[in-house]
């Protein structure tokens, strides 16, 4: 499976521990590089979406409003803040649907300041 950055997935996350995204299809953006890991490693470095605003801190969230490029049925929130590494086991589908390259670059500066980048 081959997981381009920008690109919508749904991820299993159902055995999550406590305030952590605890859902089977929730979806989320592929942030990561897609040249910087081999195909073969394990992992994928994502951002949970969130229709929920209460989840979202403000200064830390990109709101994304449906668009058919995305396929959001609603507006929702990519979560920089939440930014984590997953097992590509835990994709269950990858989506013909993606952000625009400015939202994701607009992600990567949200992730950059949530780790002390910026």
């Known amino acids: 499976m081959r997981l381009v950055a920008g690109r919508i997935v749904l991820v299993d996350w159902r055995d999550a521990l406590p305030k952590e995204a605890n859902k ?4 989320a953006i592929v942030v ?26 403000r200064d830390l969230s990109l709101v994304i409003d449906p668009t058919p490029e995305n396929g959001c049925p609603k507006v929702c929130h990519a979560l920089a803040h939440h930014v984590t590494a997953t097992s590509k086991a835990r994709i269950i589908q990858v989506t013909g649907s993606r952000v625009t390259s400015s939202q994701l670059a607009e992600i990567r500066r949200l992730i950059g300041i949530t780790i002390g980048l910026g």
């Not at 089977?24 to 979806?27: A, L, N, Q, V």
């Not at 081999?38 to 979202?56: K, Q």
């Open 24 to 27: 089977r299809g929730r979806p």
């Open 32 to 57: 990561e590089d897609t040249d910087l890991f081999d195909a073969r490693y394990p992992n994928v470095v994502l951002v949970p979406l969130a229709e929920d605003p209460h989840l979202a801190i």
